[in-house]
């Protein structure tokens, strides 16, 4: 019976050591989306279920060389199968309405990935999915 | 030692029919709790492996959401984390099998009510109905023990006696 509080004192040690913990791998993702058959294109940018990202605030991207193409760059901390999100014009109109949102899956690893897409459009043509492992 | 015993050993039912529907209730609900919400934020045999788990490994998005709760968990958000997930994969199984039922039983309490009232609360029942129906399975079990079908009842004294007195016969 005396090993007992002593065993019980390891166990909580080892656990408030973090050692317990799944190690999150960094994920840096390059989002480019075309916006040049959209109308009207304001506060492009992106929503999505993963950290810094969210499904309540658009993370806004920017078209620096004015060709239509919007980009950002981000970096996530994930130990998780992916990532889900859509891209939004007008700070809230999201695209592929009533669609499934787009999908990136993550390998454990620490990665870079590129992703390369057209506004609205889900097809396989339209979208580049590039990744390399660090 | 004495304790051990009697956390051990199971209050047994007059009718051998009510022990058998407590052990098809605990059985069920301590294999859904484990091989469901367990596995997918603890590292056990049975958790899929594209979640990249380790062996008694907690999801790394699990202490995050710990701590969110605030107060005592956000002080220390991975050992919350860490009972929480162990109580569910593994004392699920020990629940099931009627093994330490009354230790399990209390640990899966624990779990239940820091979910019931940090996690969903507010939420609306049906969100609360999972963890509520944990709570309620786990609350007579704590005072019942495993009953005749489990194995706390083969390794309790008064089972052991009874055997042996058999034998002596």
Not at chain 2, 49 to 73: H, K, Q, T
Not at chain 2, 81 to 95: D, N, R
């Amino acid at each position: 019976m005396k090993t007992l509080p002593l065993l019980i004192c390891i166990v909580v040690c080892t656990i408030l050591c973090n050692s317990c913990v799944q190690k999150t791998h960094l994920k840096t993702i390059t989002f480019s989306v075309d916006m040049n058959q959209v109308d009207a294109v304001s506060k492009v940018g992106i929503r999505g279920d993963l950290k810094p990202l969210s499904w309540d605030e658009t993370i806004f991207m920017t078209d620096d060389d004015q060709n239509g193409i919007y980009e950002l760059t981000l970096d996530f901390h994930s130990a998780g199968p992916g990532l889900e999100f859509k891209f939004v014009n007008g700070n809230h109109q999201f695209e592929l309405q009533d669609k499934d949102n787009r999908a990136i899956p993550f390998t454990y690893q620490p990665e870079t990935i590129n992703y390369t897409a057209t506004f609205n459009n889900l097809d396989d043509a339209e979208t580049v999915l590039q990744r390399k492992a660090n | 030692m004495k304790i051990i015993k009697q956390l051990t050993t199971p209050i047994i039912q007059t009718s051998w029919l009510a022990d058998a529907l407590f052990a098809f209730i605990r059985f069920t609900c301590g294999m859904l709790l484990s091989i469901d919400f367990g596995a997918s934020k603890f590292g056990v045999p049975w958790t899929d492996a594209d979640r990249n788990l380790n062996l008694f490994e907690v999801s790394a998005w699990f202490p995050e959401d710990v701590a969110s709760y605030g107060g005592i968990f956000a002080v220390a958000p991975v050992f919350f984390a860490w009972m929480g997930a162990f109580s569910e994969a593994v004392g699920g199984v020990l629940l099931a099998f009627g093994l330490q039922t009354r230790i399990s039983s209390f640990l899966i309490m624990c779990t239940m009510l820091v979910a019931i009232f940090c996690q969903h609360w507010g939420e609306g029942s049906w969100q609360l109905l999972p963890a509520m129906g944990f709570l309620w399975m786990a609350s007579y079990n704590l005072y019942f023990g495993s009953g005749r079908f489990g194995l706390d009842y083969l390794i309790s004294p008064p089972f052991k006696t009874t055997q042996s007195l058999k034998s002596n016969q």
